[in-house]
């Protein structure tokens, strides 16, 4: 997200592992940042769970995002992320939905 709008929703079935984040990652965060007009002047902003933090994702960071902003620990008071994810959910269970596909079409409509 930016003060331009959000970024792709992206759908995974499963748990998410650190393979799967740094692969989300790779594919993304340049076409993100140049979809958004953001270009090289953006921060990347994770919290500190586990596959956010792994030396991969860590290192991919580095080199892919000109900032990084640090995350206390146990601060989701102030995480951005979590403050959309209530949103998000606030807005999906206005709706009556049955199937996995109803939810996927009714958080793109929202996103």
């Known amino acids: 997200m930016s003060a331009s709008g959000l970024g792709n929703l992206i759908f995974i079935d499963g748990i998410m592992s650190h393979d799967l984040y740094l692969n989300i990652l790779r594919d993304n965060l340049k076409l993100l940042a140049q979809n958004l007009g953001t270009g090289n002047n953006f921060v990347s902003y994770q919290d500190n769970d586990p596959k956010h933090t792994a030396l991969s994702v860590c290192l991919c ?3 892919n995002s000109p900032q990084n902003l640090e995350t206390t620990p146990q601060s989701s008071d102030i995480n951005p992320i979590e403050h959309i994810w209530r949103e998000l959910e606030v807005r ?3 709706h009556d939905i049955e199937t996995k596909s109803e939810l ?7 996103n």
């Open 104 to 110: 996927k079409t009714v958080m793109m409509d929202e």
């Open 61 to 63: 960071c580095l080199y």
């Open 92 to 94: 999906v269970r206005k």
